[in-house]
């Protein structure tokens, strides 16, 4: 089943509380909404992927618990981005000061900032052409690294701030660079036997 997506345009406003709450009220689905208020509805992962997602998270995490510079989060967070829209990406991190000024009622419900880092990873019924829109989006609203990854092909995109999207083929790792100083994110087990 691929993501569907609902134009509300002017039948249906949701609030950010509402939009929580539908959330809260549907777990089994993804949703996530567009700046513009686009309902976008996604089916659970299949096997292959929600392997490659745990794993892409736990390598972060590992990272992440070594240094406490900061908060890493699984596919099941929304974030309350600037320009409106509600995302969740398949892996992310934000920077410790980031997160500590927030409220406790903002950490509970759907963060109100883009992440520093993002991962999305394309399944076999994701759109490439929406992939790309949703990483520009996270880069537009302050993320500062997003990796694009691509099993199947065994391509990387990197996106980052200012530059052009760098493409690589075949990787075996992916470099933190100075957002996430000494990750190292090895894809060996992601790629497996694509």
Not at 35 to 48: D, R, V, W
Not at 110 to 118: E, G, I, K, Q, S
Not at 159 to 181: A, C, F, H, K, M
């Amino acid at each position: 089943m691929t993501a569907v997506t609902l134009k509300l345009g002017s039948v249906l406003q949701l609030t950010d509380d509402q939009f929580y709450e539908l959330c809260q009220a549907n777990r089994d689905l993804r949703l996530e909404r567009t700046a513009k208020g686009e309902l976008i509805i996604m089916p659970p992962t299949g096997g292959e992927t929600g392997n490659r997602n745990i794993e892409i998270a736990f390598q972060v995490q590992a990272w992440s618990r070594q240094n406490d510079l900061g908060i890493a989060f699984d596919s099941s967070t929304g974030f309350k981005l600037p320009n409106g829209g509600e995302r969740s990406p398949d892996a992310s991190w934000v920077r410790r000061d980031r997160w500590d000024a927030l409220s406790a009622e903002q950490k509970g419900k759907f963060p109100p900032l883009c992440p520093d880092f993002v991962v999305e990873l394309r399944s076999e019924t994701d759109s490439l052409k929406v992939l790309r829109v949703k990483m520009q989006d996270y880069i537009d609203n302050g993320a500062r690294l997003g990796w694009l990854i691509d099993p199947k092909k065994r391509k990387v995109e990197i996106y980052r701030v200012g530059r052009e999207v760098e493409i690589l083929e075949n990787p075996e790792t992916l470099s933190g660079e100075d957002v996430l100083p000494g990750f190292v994110l090895n894809l060996n087990s992601i790629f497996g036997n694509t």
